[in-house]
């Protein structure tokens, strides 16, 4: 049984930053891929951001890049996306994301994951 719920979402203004937390319980990583993705109304889940194991491998979106950073602390079983210069395209409803298996490459794709978590809303205004 496994849970992915995360944190840290909220209202804030154009330019600002928000980090999001992600905290899995029922099981541990266990060289996990993690990886975090963003829906806004009326469109589909999109990537934002993945990571492997040891978070050597990180890969972005290229709108979010120079931006966000995504990290884990598997000891705590969290991922994080720190969001800075936030823009109101940001808004979204925001979904960690974990692959239960190693894997040398980030992967970018919702098929590839395996469990979710409830989603965080983020709203940026002008």
């Known amino acids: 049984q496994v849970q992915l719920v995360e944190s840290g979402g909220g209202l804030v203004q154009a330019g600002g930053s928000l980090r999001l937390s992600c905290v899995a319980s029922?099981?541990?990583?266990?060289?996990?891929?993690m990886g975090w993705f963003r829906q806004a109304p009326g469109k589909g889940r999109e990537f934002v951001a993945g990571i492997t194991w040891l978070g050597t491998n990180t890969y972005y979106t290229d709108s979010v890049k120079g931006r966000f950073t995504i990290s884990r602390d598997n000891a705590q079983n969290t991922l994080y996306l720190q969001m800075n210069s936030l823009k109101p395209e940001d808004t979204a409803a925001y979904y960690c994301?974990?692959?239960?298996?190693?894997?040398?490459?980030?992967?970018?794709?919702?098929?590839?994951?395996?469990?979710w978590g409830q989603g965080t809303q983020v709203t940026v205004s002008s």
């Open positions: 029922g099981r541990t990583f266990s060289r996990w891929t």
């Open positions: 994301a974990a692959c239960p298996r190693f894997t040398i490459e980030v992967l970018t794709t919702t098929q590839e994951y395996e469990y």
